[in-house]
């Protein structure tokens, strides 16, 4: 069997080589889309962390003005009780000279009429 002809190998060649683009032109199409998707995504999960970050904030803000709240209650919930504790001194007082007041009434002599 003679060899072929330069011509008929160069022919085979661009065909394989045709063909071998086509391969890679399909594969580059199929990466695109893939890219395409993966960009799709990644707009998705930034807007959800958008999201995540705004009621982190909201969450934190919360958090820190319902501290400061019971940290509020608790220092006005401490006086108020210091202010009972002296109120109710003052009133033990009040109430031993009512009853000095008292007695020194009922040790005067009565006078009768």
């Known amino acids: 069997m003679p060899a072929p002809a330069p011509t008929e ?9 045709r063909a071998s683009n086509r391969d890679i032109s399909a594969e580059i199409k199929g990466l695109q889309n ?14 959800e962390l958008k999201f995540i ?13 319902l501290i400061l709240s019971a940290i ?6 401490s006086a108020l009780n ?13 109430e031993q000279q009512l009853s000095q007041v008292i007695q020194h009434i009922d040790a005067a002599p009565k006078s009768k009429p």
């Open 53 to 65: 970050k705004w009621i982190g904030g909201f969450a934190s803000t919360f958090l820190a003005g």
């Open 9 to 17: 190998l160069l022919a085979e060649d661009i065909h394989d080589l």
């Open 34 to 47: 893939g890219q395409a998707s993966i960009q799709t995504e990644l707009a998705t999960i930034k807007t």
């Open 72 to 77: 509020a209650l608790a220092w006005n919930a």
């Open 82 to 94: 210091s202010e009972v504790k002296q109120q109710g001194s003052h009133l033990e007082k009040i």
